[in-house]
C-alpha cells in the first residue's frame, strides 16, 4: 500500500505518513489507532 492510499485510508496526511515513517514524528494515540485500523491489524502490531 503507498503513503498516499495509507493516509486516505486512515484519513491523514501523506505527510503524516512519511514523518512517521521516516522518525521525524511520533503519530497520536488517535493516529496510530486509524493507522491500524486502516491496515486491519492491532495497535500493539505496529510497534
Known amino acids: ?3 498516499t ?3 486516505e485510508k486512515a484519513e491523514v496526511t ?3 505518513i ?3 515513517e521516516s ?3 511520533t ?3 488517535e493516529v496510530l489507532k486509524q ?3 486502516a ?3 492491532d495497535i500493539d502490531d505496529l510497534a
Open 27 to 29: 503519530g497520536t494515540l
Open 39 to 41: 491496515l486491519d491489524m
Open 14 to 16: 501523506q505527510a503524516m
Open 23 to 25: 522518525g521525524k514524528r
Open 1 to 3: 500500500m503507498t503513503q
Open 35 to 37: 493507522l491500524a485500523e
Open 18 to 20: 512519511a514523518m512517521i
Open 5 to 7: 492510499a495509507l493516509a
